[in-house]
């Protein structure tokens, strides 16, 4: 069943795999979303009438700004607020690089802090629901991850700070902690090594269910692990 048009989302990350199931469930939900990624514009839905594409390097504040003026312009204001883009690899300590570092942390981190600062005026009060799309590797450490999992640590605190800061806004902010998921960062992988990954519409239907509850509740933290367990 459609929602009014006058739902609006911004996505991050929405052009592939858990992004773009989250961006692709809201459309069909009739919401309004602005995919914010690199490909934006090679998104399976870019064609949707209801999807605007920005070319946007998330590490790019000034873009990030001025596809926040774009979407004041265009939508007025911002009912959710889904900070989905990330990347992520291996890093053993014994080789890890400067380089490997300012990735990871700029794309997981600070793509996420200056995204939500230039979005949050215009959330709207009493409604708008920020969504952080973590991962397992921000409540635990795994051998090899560790510039992974330092981001998602400091992505998880990022947001349990905003969370507060927030509240007298009545916007909601939710955590989603997926464990290991089948999407294009797994590509290099063999069949066998991922049949007990999870797909990525799951997570993008149990995100989408946190963020239209009724405003009295949030869901803070949402931990979605493989049936398996840890992978």
């Not at 991050?12 to 795999?17: D, E």
Request: proline share 3%; hydrophobic share 40%.
């Amino acid at each position: 069943m459609s929602e009014s048009t006058e739902r609006v989302a911004v996505v991050t990350g929405g052009s592939l795999g858990i992004g773009e199931a989250i961006s692709t469930l809201l459309l069909h939900l009739g919401w309004r979303v602005h995919v914010l990624a690199r490909r934006a514009s090679s998104c399976a839905h870019a064609a949707h009438d209801g999807c605007i594409v920005h070319d946007v390097d998330i590490r790019d504040i000034d873009a990030i700004k001025e596809s926040a003026d774009t979407v004041a312009s265009s939508s007025g204001h911002v009912d959710a607020l889904v900070l989905c883009a990330g990347v992520g690899y291996p890093t053993p300590l014994v080789s890890v690089s400067r380089a490997q570092y300012d990735e990871l942390c700029d794309t997981n981190v600070a793509g996420a802090v200056f995204s939500t600062q230039a979005f949050a005026p215009l959330l709207r009060d009493g409604e708008a629901v920020i969504t952080f799309v973590s991962s397992i590797a921000g409540r635990r450490g795994f051998a090899d991850w560790s510039l992974y999992c330092a981001s998602k640590h400091a992505l998880e605190g990022f947001a349990a700070s905003i969370r507060e800061e927030f509240r007298a806004r009545r916007i909601r902010v939710t955590c989603i902690q997926p464990g290991s998921v089948d999407t294009p960062s797994y590509d290099h992988l063999p069949p066998e090594e991922k049949k007990e990954f999870m797909d990525a519409r799951s997570i993008a239907e149990l995100t989408v269910a946190a963020i239209r509850l009724p405003r009295q509740a949030c869901v803070e933290t949402l931990f979605i692990n493989n049936a398996a367990g840890d992978l």
